[in-house]
């Protein structure tokens, strides 16, 4: 699934995507999940879960912080994440992977663009896209 994509219809059961009681219970999935070593405390409002892993200044070990909380977070919150292109802020500029669960609830990884300029490197699987993105 690509981000551009309507999220896909909740199992039978569920809250309706987008209402207030599938938000609830999606933000509660995304905070059972942060508890996972490794992933910092997300940053959660209304439409968005965000994990911020700006802080890693050493290339290889941010490149294996969003690798690896992007395979945690692919499992347990059962979402495909893609790249996200966004326009530069500033002096920085930023790499995202975003997702969607089934309440329309997106989820980020956040990261500086900088640190997967490397193309050399192959510590991400998704190396291709990062250098792609991050141009």
């Given amino acids: 699934m690509t981000i551009t994509q309507a999220p896909p219809a909740p199992p039978d059961g569920q809250?309706?995507?987008?209402?207030?009681?599938?938000?609830?219970?999606?933000?509660?999935?995304?905070?059972?999940?942060?508890?996972?070593?490794?992933?910092?405390?997300?940053?959660?409002?209304?439409t968005q879960a965000a994990f911020h892993f700006t802080n890693i200044t050493h290339a290889r070990d941010a490149r294996e912080a969003v690798a690896l909380a992007e395979t945690v977070l692919s499992y347990a919150l059962?979402?495909?994440?893609?790249?996200r292109p966004v326009?530069?802020?500033?002096?920085?500029?930023?790499?995202?992977?975003?997702?969607?669960?089934?309440?329309?609830?997106?989820v980020d990884i956040v990261a500086k663009a900088g640190i997967f300029d490397d193309a050399a490197s192959a510590a991400s699987p998704r190396e291709p896209e990062l250098a792609v993105a991050a141009a």
């Fill in 15 to 46: 809250p309706c995507a987008g209402s207030h009681p599938a938000r609830f219970r999606d933000a509660h999935a995304v905070l059972d999940i942060a508890e996972t070593p490794g992933l910092p405390f997300p940053q959660i409002s209304s």
């Fill in 78 to 83: 059962n979402v495909e994440f893609a790249p």
């Fill in 87 to 106: 326009p530069r802020a500033g002096s920085s500029a930023h790499y995202i992977l975003s997702a969607y669960m089934a309440s329309g609830l997106r």
